[in-house]
């Protein structure tokens, strides 16, 4: 069976800190994908980031930078000199490589709260 | 322009009512899923369908029925609503073959049962 754990149910920063939000995720599968998503106060999921179990690569986009490490079955999420806007709901998730039966195992979401 | 959409927005409802939801696609996947978000933000996946056939049918009561007429929809029938069926009700779409797979969501549906 899969499963996300983020640990940090919430977290509060004030605007131009950096935040590190932690993944750990357990498989029993060689390969699988990751994933983080933004859920925004309007309530829409928006998909950040995909990684894949055989791209140990740490990936920066903008102020986002993600690090993926095998060894501790961690995919942290790191947002850099946050911003308001940056407040919501931030999921990690997995998905197994099972043919057509797929299906995201969600984290249980940090929320992230960025004040002025 | 809109790629996975939901219908309707908001849904409140009485205890005992039989509703549905749709969604629709416009990206060509071959793929739709439905996932529930509860009141504490828990997103689980209840459905999915691939090119039409359902093949993933996780423990949810017999009284959501999920249907695809096509593989650029997947609607969800509720018979018989509770009070806690309320949630917010997720569609998305993917590719299968495509690499990553990833999934793009539906802006969501808020079904509230009175």
């Known amino acids: 069976a899969q499963k996300v754990t983020q640990a940090q149910t919430e977290i509060s920063v004030v605007e131009k800190e950096d935040v590190t939000l932690d993944c750990v995720y357990e498989?029993?599968?060689?390969?699988?994908?990751l994933f983080w998503y933004k859920q925004p106060p309007s309530g829409e999921l928006v998909f950040l980031i995909r990684?894949?179990?055989?791209?140990?690569q740490n990936e920066i986009s903008g102020r986002y930078s993600w690090n993926f490490q095998k060894s501790t079955s961690s995919f942290n999420f790191t947002i850099t000199a946050s911003q308001v806007v940056d407040s919501a709901v931030y999921f990690c998730?997995?998905?197994?490589?099972?043919?057509?039966?797929?299906?995201?195992?969600f984290g249980t979401g940090t929320r992230l709260q960025v004040t002025l | 322009d809109t790629a996975v959409s939901q219908t309707p927005k908001y849904l409140v409802t009485q205890m005992g009512n039989d509703k549905s939801i749709k969604c629709e696609q416009n990206l060509g996947h071959d793929t739709m899923y439905w996932y529930k978000q509860d009141s504490k933000k828990f997103l689980k996946i209840m459905f999915s369908?691939?090119?039409?056939?359902?093949?993933i049918n996780e423990t949810v009561p017999n009284r959501f029925s999920p249907k695809s007429p096509d593989k650029a929809h997947l609607n969800l029938h509720i018979n018989s609503l509770e009070l806690g069926d309320s949630a917010v009700y997720f569609c998305?779409?993917?590719?299968?073959?495509?690499?990553?797979?990833?999934?793009?969501f539906g802006p969501g549906t808020r079904l509230t049962v009175l």
């Open positions: 998730a997995l998905r197994v490589n099972t043919g057509t039966a797929s299906k995201l195992t």
């Open positions: 998305a779409s993917s590719q299968v073959r495509m690499v990553g797979n990833e999934q793009f």
């Open positions: 990684r894949n179990s055989f791209d140990e």
């Open positions: 369908y691939n090119n039409k056939e359902l093949i």
């Open positions: 498989t029993r599968d060689t390969t699988y994908y």
